[in-house]
């Protein structure tokens, strides 16, 4: 099931005295919250966000993401859904769409909507109403009535469609400007609509309150951050002649080149023993034995692709690699811009949490001797 998000902080906020979505929250902000749930979710395959123009102006640069595409609002709520269902990628199934001021959403809500999306179509969280309810006619000062609270949900979001649901409810109801949720569209549309219980922690965040409210739960969460792990990984390989030099999954012009039962890519092998050290989770040789046959001349980007299976299977995020070569030859400053931005497409990170640098060994011994080259690298994960 190929799934995907919509995080809508598109308002004005004009109950907080100035746009809400950046206010600081929980070591982060309002927006940058809901946006991280749903980017700590490994089946979650692209989050569109989208901002009002002054959000998106000062904030869009800043949030580049490989998993995250910022579009700019609508005029209306109903007009900013669209603009962000318009930025889905081709052929997602199901669609999870977030109101960004609900900063305190997790993943489990997120993951119980898009199982019940999957199977009834349309999904939309939702907690028992606990006050009483009174009804007031407009412009009137008495109630009118006082209907069974136990008929009332308040509905929350994220409210979670198969894309087809989505689709056409958005394409039906097209000059519907008006509606508060797409949900009610989905409804017209004679869809039936799924609820499922969330959490009344799952509010939207607009009065000063509400900021004070969340803070306390955060604090409760312990801080509402994830724990940061660091890990170290280490490799050497011997540089011969009849070989292509591969560093950081770029073949550099060279009269040798590594040695290895791999391409010999020394970077990557340090970057994913830093990575899986970070988890507990062991170092690549184990899922790919040194002599194995079967990984003769393997493409070390194999390798990285299995370590973050690795890491999205442990619900970690990486937010930061650095790399540190040390060769005597070729000189590695000319291909800077080229392995680092190669590093972090192959890492699927922005090349802002990607650092690689290089250090000769001032001639002392083998590495000196131009006989080999190692890697030392850092990574920083996020584990669950
Ligand atoms: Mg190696």
Redesign the pocket.
């Known amino acids: 099931m190929r799934a995907a998000a919509i995080v809508v902080s598109g308002g004005s906020g004009s109950r907080m005295g100035r746009p809400k979505q950046f206010l600081p929250l929980g070591g982060s902000t309002v927006a940058e919250l809901s946006l991280a749930c749903f980017l700590g979710m490994p089946e979650i395959e692209s989050v569109v966000l989208v901002l009002g123009d002054e959000a998106y102006d000062a904030h869009a640069k800043r949030l580049a993401h490989p998993k995250v595409v910022v579009v700019r609002a609508g005029q209306t709520r109903m007009g900013s859904v669209r603009n962000g269902f318009a930025a889905l990628p081709k052929g997602v199934e199901v669609v999870a769409v977030h109101d960004g001021a609900r900063s305190l959403i997790t993943a489990e809500i997120v993951r119980a909507t898009l199982a019940e999306a999957a199977k009834s179509g349309a999904a939309v969280a939702a907690v028992p109403v606990k006050d009483t309810l009174k009804v007031v006619e407009k412009g009137a000062k008495t109630v009118s009535g006082t209907p069974d609270r136990a008929t009332f949900w308040a509905a929350q979001t994220p409210q979670t469609y198969t894309y087809s649901v989505l689709k056409t409810a958005l394409e039906t109801f097209a000059s519907d400007a008006d509606a508060t949720d797409e949900s009610q569209l989905v409804e017209r549309c004679g869809q039936k609509v799924a609820v499922v219980e969330s959490s009344y922690e799952n509010f939207k965040i607009t009065t000063p309150e509400d900021l004070t409210m969340a803070t306390a739960i955060l604090e409760a969460r312990g801080g509402g951050r994830r724990e940061s792990r660091t890990g170290f990984g280490y ?3 011997k540089l011969v002649p009849g070989r292509d030099l591969i560093l950081a999954g770029v073949k550099l012009p060279h009269t040798k080149g ?1 040695l ?1 039962h ?1 391409d ?3 970077v990557l ?2 970057c994913c023993d830093a990575v899986l050290g970070a988890l507990g989770l062991g170092e ?1 040789g184990i899922a790919f034995p ?1 002599g194995d046959p079967k990984f003769k001349g393997l493409n ?1 980007k194999e390798i990285v692709a299995n370590t973050l299976g690795k890491v999205a299977a442990f619900g970690g995020e990486i937010i930061h690699l650095d790399a540190t070569l040390i060769a005597e030859e070729p000189k590695l400053k000319p291909h800077y811009e080229a392995m680092k931005k190669s590093l972090a497409a192959v890492f699927g990170l922005p090349e802002s949490r990607v650092s690689l640098k290089a250090k000769s060994n001032e001639g002392l011994d083998a590495i000196g001797r131009g006989e080999a080259i190692a890697c030392h690298a850092v990574a920083t994960v996020l584990a669950r």
């Open positions: 490799d050497i390989h590594l290895g791999s010999g890519d020394a092998h340090a690549i040194p070390s």
